[in-house]
């Protein structure tokens, strides 16, 4: 409610100022049929819009101004911009091709003389896909790209892979460019890897209605003049500007609605409990006040209440209050059937009714316009949007101003100022005591987490989660893991992020041979933290308080000379010059408070125990680049470019300076042949292009201060409970560094080749463009395992090889196309595969992420980021089909030694083993834009085939009991595991899968864990929307130029295989290992109504 | 126009200049966060407090479940308990500490303190090299050690026999005790020798009591004795570092954070039933909660104690035919020590020892039923449990699985993947082989 009043009120705000202004128009071809993706330039200015899929477009342009129409295969068509806001433009089918694209360094080419890939998203894509990150937004609309929300957290952040990886430990997330210049997309972790609150990527920041077009650079060749920095691949984003004009303002406001998308399948039915012994398997309940982990205990339909303290089965006197009642549930303890007061015993629903129906509502304003000589655009919005998990928040005020002036006809400055200001309020979750999930799951349907009350009243009401003196109040008798009430009130991270950021852009332009642009940028982020557990968390029962601030700030900039012409009627050339400074800086300081005095006051000056830490992180680049393209008769196009870059990080402290040592030279080289210039002109196809490119770019080393190593601090323990940090008890202790530097480090490389056509047919009503590459990455520098008996863990090294390769296709179809009726279809296909080769010698295996126990690595002649976990002993293994590092071939042996605990259970390989590939075998994204009259449909289908996920949840609650599976198999009659003994024989000892086999090493907590390992595929309806244009002009509203109202639905159904959360979920975040699922936060469904408004 | 060539050109200076510079400095990626070097009270402490916790944590943990002291009984330790999931991987973290965080640094510590002539800080590393070199090769056997800790030089360590270990402990022992006997060369051990405090007659004893526990591991009774009797003369004595209540020790930390993971093992606990040790039982027998009576979070965690040296005494004058007065009192010593150790009184002491059973007098104490026991029990959760399991055969136990208790750690599951001159895979287990003093 609160937010429609607020919506209201600007709408009615807004009357008084706006102006009509806004040029609206549709684009179609000579029969009528819509044109999506064609450009829409104004002439003699820098603004410049792509149609949608319905061939719809908006542009800022002033009254007398020319409107350049241009598509692929079409003849530009200029308007004149009179009296009127929309225009209907038909383009007649010709052989002028003058398509747009934004490519490297912010230069604007024409589609046809590129001889890589680049793919553009337009605003309108991005505007209705529901999503407030960029990059979700981007998920199904380009091919070659992979993006993978990390939880389903509010303000959690995404992970975008162009063309799979190129470093094997070093940064693999493309570079971002807003505007012409570097923009920081970190992600800056809190807690361990594993366990923590969920991160935001800094592209967050970024208000969707701001941008203009998204263009994605995808192979070296297309980033080559970003160097080092582009070696992942570049996303350009350009924001919208303003252009000359009467004022235009547009506003935008959504209300929606969060939920759960599923949760793991548990049982209902056993309580908390176990067995009484191997040798006499029945089940007994435990109270929670003794500790017991596991739902091995009795059926609820085999349990009452009692409150009769005298029962031969009450528990234990510590678990009764001074006045005589049962603490852990007011309908008192229970007992078996038939012995106590005749209530039955309650399976307490726990899980399903925690989570809320999260609101989430944007607001959004922007105000355009300009004059002969200068233009400006300025927007803010402001976004709130709560979690599912009561407490969770994220919210975000946007503030962007960018406008340009034109002294004069050669000189032109360009600037964009932003502010954001994002605050968080974070759960934990992963692999901590202090997890939501972890506690959440584990619950014994026995036990009630919310002490009788419903759940919004359980969060906002402290006796569900802890008793009068203090102590937390959970299943576990205030050990085990925090009772997620507890969690959503006494351990929650607090995070307020301030950003500015902006460019200053100027270009002179002498004449047609020389033309100097220069480009400056800043990006300052202060990302202040405080994560807060009570006394009594059970991560850290003295409480704790940690306060963390980050201040990162990076410029970024350029120098280009720019110039060409035409030298005959049919060669035409041009060059580029630049010169490219950077530089990052990161400064970090935490403060960890521990041992607090006493309840309700989480601050460091209640803490008895306080250490500090601070770091500094920075880096410096250089690059000078040089490119030459030269045309020959509108047909061949070759470019030729190299960089040279120089990298503070390979440098080595207190050596002679010789800039050799950290300089490095990559080349490229593309070629664009159109293929239809040298056939007769075809209706059937109505385009061909073919291209082809080559290049070698280098990676940094992925960190700073990698060529030396010194001494530095780190916790002590063991891995098994908290660590302790220095200062302890007033000394401080400094170790010699685990990795060993290495001075002799030099850039990473790749070597890409890439292939790609482009073909239109039917007068473009179907456009195919596919790409194939091939990558080889050598010099890849890793922290090569050493054994630790030299006294370190890891060196670096420039040692790795991993080649690469894919196809990406995408596919345009304008399938029908009335004056009523269109349906626009495109289909983005992507696949690749990175193969590690090489590591280091003697080294066939490295840790990336996970567990000690399972986890992401990289191994020797597996694809990138395998998971690796323990295996079922086979009948090969130790044999010739036995490589060391995947399962052999052979049947599961079965443990026959009758004396084992394990006797009939599968026996288990000491060696560790890939088990699975988490990388999908491709991607399909298909998007559909369907209009009828003033109504219009969308929708994406998202597909990712294969893809392995560990089930970590599936692990942990078999031990617990808590899994179907384990109240499925529990009562099943002895039967044989399939398997062979020892002598080879088929298994023949009956055993039942209960308590035993779950709590062996082949249950969960176990070492093996080949049985948890699911497709972690899907098939998605990512995106819903369906829109209606306001016929404002029949209802008599004229100060308002149009408007939209729609509802938007995303991820509304999904189909897996995976058993339990979304599968679009990674435990270790936006990280390189991938690939693990440990008690995430489940991922959402969302509805949300929009109205956009033009004035 | 003239103006905005000046701008631009302007600009472009100060960028390029800027970024130059910071390319010909000297400290160009010059770590800010970690310094190249430290001074020897900087590496002190975390090589006692290391080898402290380990000892305490982890060890503790795995040798005291081997000797059915305690029980592993959820998650990964219940398949722990039955030696399944104590899989090679799960050592790699014990390993990794005693290489790359303890053994490096006291390598260095010594050589940066022989060059100064700091000759105590010298010596004080000799004995904590030695004390965890014992450690290794008894949880291990052949351990790597003189390749070891080498860095890029030796990427793969050969290993050595377990008996050149004790040789290089012996070795390394004498030579502290020599140096400690003379001056300090300027620089004396303060308060970042936080096990003795920089009491040099302290550390001699301490050093005396390891060469104890190296010979009675190796059945040199008499030198273990004499030793021994050079050793602690009380519990002042102990080598040990007290945790705090802000900074826990190891079996609190674990007992925080895997409350029910572990639990007091029945065995023990029909052992000291039987011997009416109710009082002990009561201070030890609890849930192991972070409000557990005796693993507390300010644990005095010794490295060796008064009452090991008492035991060590007694076990070595029954073995030699020594004073059986003295066999007594150093027997008795052992207990009183125990029941000191956790907070019980004297009295209560008393009535234990006044029990025949427990106490028959010096003529009559046995090795297995008085000394042995009442070590087995008195170094309730101190790793050296497992030592003597090995050593004596005794307590006799029963395999919580399959046939055989562990004889052995295994070695670390990175080490045997990326060490060329680890033993093959599989060659050692749990089970396999066992330590060259393991008869």
């Known amino acids: ?1095 | 126009m003239k103006k905005i060539e000046y701008f631009i050109k302007t600009v472009l200076c100060i960028l390029i200049f800027s970024a130059c510079e910071s390319f010909i400095a000297d400290d160009i990626n010059l770590d800010p966060n970690n310094p190249g070097s430290v001074t020897l009270n900087a590496i002190l402490p975390s090589i006692q407090i290391r080898i402290m916790d380990v000892y305490g944590g982890q060890t503790s943990r795995v040798n005291s479940m081997f000797a059915q002291q305690t029980e592993g009984v959820a998650r990964q330790w219940s398949s722990f308990n039955d030696y399944s999931g104590l899989t090679p991987v799960r050592f790699n973290t014990v390993w990794d500490i005693h290489y790359e965080k303890v053994l490096i640094e006291v390598n260095k510590m010594i050589e940066d303190a022989s060059t100064d002539g700091y000759s105590h800080y010298a010596a004080a590393g000799q004995v904590l090299k030695a004390a965890a070199l014992m450690n290794m090769t008894d949880w291990w056997g052949d351990i790597p050690y003189s390749t070891a800790a080498l860095g890029i030089d030796d990427i793969n360590p050969t290993y050595d026999s377990q008996s050149s270990i004790y040789v290089s402990i012996f070795s390394l022992l004498d030579s502290a005790s020599a140096l400690f006997n003379g001056p300090d060369g300027g620089l004396s051990l303060g308060g970042d020798d936080v096990i003795f405090k920089g009491d040099v007659s302290k550390w001699i004893k301490s050093i005396n009591a390891l060469k104890a526990r190296g010979h009675i591991h190796n059945g040199r009774y008499a030198d273990a004795l004499s030793a021994a009797k050079t050793s602690f003369t009380s519990r002042d004595d102990n080598m040990s570092y007290k945790f705090a209540v802000t900074q826990q020790a190891g079996w609190w930390r674990f007992n925080d954070g895997r409350t029910g993971d572990i639990e007091f093992h029945p065995f023990l606990r029909n052992l000291m039933t039987n011997l009416n040790d109710t009082d002990r039982l009561s201070v030890w027998d609890q849930t192991f909660i972070t409000n557990h009576p005796y693993l507390k979070a300010d644990y005095d965690q010794a490295l060796i104690s008064y009452r090991e040296i008492q035991f060590i005494i007694a076990e070595c004058l029954k073995r030699t035919n020594g004073s059986e007065s003295e066999m007594e009192t150093a027997y008795l010593n052992g207990i009183q020590a125990s029941f000191a150790d956790s907070g019980l009184t004297d009295a209560q002491y008393n009535t234990y020892v006044g029990q025949t059973a427990v106490n028959p007098g010096g003529s009559s104490l046995d090795l297995e039923t008085h000394i042995l026991t009442q070590k087995y029990i008195g170094l309730f959760v101190q790793p050296e449990v497992f030592n003597d399991l090995r050593r004596n055969d005794f307590p006799v136990l029963t395999p919580t699985s399959g046939t055989s208790i562990p004889v052995r750690w295994n070695y670390s599951g990175d080490e045997l993947l990326f060490n060329e001159n680890a033993p093959a895979e599989g060659s050692t287990t749990l089970f396999k082989p066992k330590n060259s003093w393991d008869n």
């Open chain 1, 1 to 1095: 409610m609160k937010q429609i009043t607020l919506a209201l009120l600007c709408f009615f705000s807004l009357q008084i100022t706006a102006q009509q202004s806004s040029i609206t128009g549709n684009v179609f071809d000579d029969q009528g049929i819509a044109l999506p993706g064609a450009t829409v330039l104004v002439e003699n200015s820098n603004r410049g819009v792509t149609t949608d899929f319905d061939g719809n477009f908006s542009i800022m342009a002033s009254s007398g101004e020319v409107l350049v129409v241009s598509f692929v295969g079409y003849t530009d068509q200029k308007i004149t911009v009179g009296d009127s806001d929309n225009y209907s433009i038909t383009l007649q089918a010709g052989n002028e091709l003058e398509e747009v694209v934004v490519t490297s360094l912010g230069i604007k080419r024409d589609a046809k003389a590129i001889g890589y890939s680049v793919q553009t998203v337009s605003s309108g894509d991005i505007a209705k896909s529901g999503s407030n990150n960029a990059l979700d937004a981007l998920v199904g609309k380009a091919a070659g790209i992979q993006i993978t929300r990390s939880s389903g957290s509010a303000g959690g952040g995404s992970r975008i892979l162009i063309r799979g990886v190129t470093s094997m430990i070093g940064n693999n997330q493309p570079l971002i460019v807003i505007d012409g210049v570097r923009t920081n997309n970190e992600t800056l972790n809190s807690g361990s890897s594993t366990g923590g609150t969920a991160s935001s990527n800094r592209l967050m920041d970024l208000n969707n209605d701001d941008i203009e077009n998204i263009s994605i650079l995808k192979g070296s060749a297309a980033t080559a003049l970003y160097g080092t920095a582009g070696a992942a691949g570049v996303v350009v984003i350009t924001t919208k500007k303003g252009a000359e004009g009467e004022m235009k303002v547009s506003y935008t406001h959504s209300t929606g609605v969060d939920w759960i998308s599923s949760t793991f399948e548990l049982q209902d039915e056993f309580g908390q409990g176990r067995n009484v012994s191997r040798s006499d398997r029945t089940p007994y309940w435990r109270s929670p006040g003794t500790g017991e982990s596991s739902s091995f205990g009795p059926s609820v339909n085999n349990l009452e209440y009692s409150t009769d303290r005298n029962h031969p089965d009450a528990p234990s006197a510590s678990d009764f209050d001074s006045a005589g009642n049962y603490l852990w549930d007011k309908n008192g303890f229970l007992v078996t059937k038939g012995t106590g007061n005749g209530q039955s015993a309650n399976s307490y629903n726990n899980y399903r009714s925690f989570f809320r129906e999260a609101m989430q509502s944007l607001n959004s304003v922007s105000v355009s316009g300009g004059g002969e000589k200068a233009t400006y655009h300025f927007s803010t919005s402001y976004l709130t949007n709560e979690g599912i998990v009561p407490n969770e928040e994220y919210g975000r005020k946007t503030f962007s101003l960018a406008s340009s002036i034109t002294p004069n006809d050669k000189l032109k400055f360009t600037t964009t100022f932003n502010y954001i200001r994002s605050d968080y309020t974070r759960i934990q979750q992963g692999s901590n005591t202090s997890g939501l999930m972890l506690g959440l799951y584990r619950t014994p349907v026995t036990f009630d987490n919310a002490n009788g009350f419903s759940q919004e009243d359980a969060v906002d009401n402290p006796s569900s989660y802890i008793f009068p003196n203090g102590k937390q109040r959970n299943y576990r008798g205030g050990g085990g893991y925090d009772n997620p009430y507890w969690i959503v009130n006494n351990a929650l991270r607090d995070e307020t992020v301030n950003r500015v950021y902006g460019s200053f852009q100027a270009t002179y332009n002498v004449n047609k041979w020389f033309n100097v642009g220069l480009n400056l940028g800043s990006d300052f982020t202060s990302d202040i933290r405080k994560q807060n557990f009570e006394i009594g968390s059970r991560t850290s029962s003295t409480g704790r308080v940690n306060s963390t601030s980050y201040t990162t700030f990076q410029t970024d900039a350029y120098l280009n000379i720019t110039g060409g012409d035409a030298i005959t009627d049919k060669l035409n050339i041009n060059y580029l010059l630049a010169a490219n400074a950077f530089s990052f800086q990161r400064t970090g300081l935490n403060s960890t408070g521990t041992n607090l005095a006493f309840q309700g006051f989480t601050n460091l000056a209640n803490a008895s125990n306080i250490s500090a830490e601070e770091s500094l992180l920075k880096n410096t680049q250089m690059g000078f680049v040089a490119q030459v393209e030269a045309e020959w008769d509108s047909t061949f196009y070759l470019t030729l470019a190299a960089r040279q870059d120089y990298d503070s990080r390979l440098g080595v402290p207190g050596s002679v300076y010789k800039s050799s040592d950290y300089s490095f030279v990559y080349p490229a080289a593309s070629l664009s042949v159109l293929l239809s210039e040298m056939l007769p002109k075809s209706n059937t196809l109505s385009f061909a292009k073919v291209r082809a490119s080559w290049a070698q770019v280098g990676g940094p080393p992925p960190f700073s201060y990698l060529t030396t190593s010194g001494y530095g601090l780190s916790s002590v323990g063991d891995g098994w409970g908290d660590a302790l940090t220095w200062p302890i008890q007033g000394t401080t202790g400094f170790e010699i560094d685990s990795i060993l530097g290495n001075s002799q480090l030099k850039s990473e490389l790749t070597e890409e080749i890439e292939f790609g056509v482009d073909l239109r047919f039917f007068n473009n009503r179907v456009g195919l463009d596919v790409a194939y590459y091939q990558r080889k990455m050598s010099d890849a520098i890793l922290n090569a395992s050493l054994p630790t008996s030299t006294g370190y863990r890891n060196v670096w090294l420039n040692s790795g090889k991993m080649t690469g390769s894919g196809i990406e296709a995408t596919l345009n179809l304008a399938i029908l196309q009335t004056e009523d009726f269109s349906w626009n279809s495109q289909f983005n296909f992507t696949t690749s595969k990175n193969t590690v080769d090489e590591l280091a010698p003697g080294l066939e295996k490295l840790f990336l992420a996970g567990f000690s126990s399972a986890g992401s690595y990289l191994i020797a002649g597996n694809q990138y980021g395998a998971v690796v976990g323990g295996t079922y002993l086979r009948s090969g293994s130790g044999g010739p089909n036995d490589d060391g590092l995947n399962i052999p071939e052979g049947d599961v042996v079965i443990n026959d030694d009758p004396t084992s605990n394990e006797y009939g259970f599968q026996a288990v390989d000491p060696v560790q083993r890939s088990i699975g590939n988490p990388n999908p075998d491709f991607i399909l994204g298909w998007n559909n834009s369907i209009k009828m009259k003033s109504f219009s449909l969308g929708f994406l289908v998202d597909w990712r085939e294969g893809g392995d996920l560990l089930n970590g949840v599936a692990w942990a609650l078999s031990f617990f009991g808590r899994s179907q599976l384990t109240a499925d198999t529990r009562v099943e009659s002895p039967a044989p595991i399939s398997g062979v003994l020892s002598n080879g024989q088929p298994n023949d000892i009956p055993v039942v899968q209960d308590q035993y086999y779950y709590q062996s090493s082949v249950g969960g907590f176990g070492s093996v864990w080949e049985q948890f390992v699911e497709d972690g595929g899907w098939l998605r309806l990512r995106e819903v929307s369906l829109g209606y244009d306001i016929p404002l002009s029949d209802m008599g509203i004229n100060f308002i130029n149009s408007g939209t109202i729609s509802l938007v639905g995303r991820n509304l159904w999904y189909s897996t295989e995976y058993n339990g959360v979304d599968p679009e979920t990674s435990l270790t975040g936006v990280g390189n290992g991938q690939g693990v699922d440990y008690f995430n936060m489940p991922s959402t469904r969302s509805v949300m109504f929009k109205l956009n408004l033009n004035l």
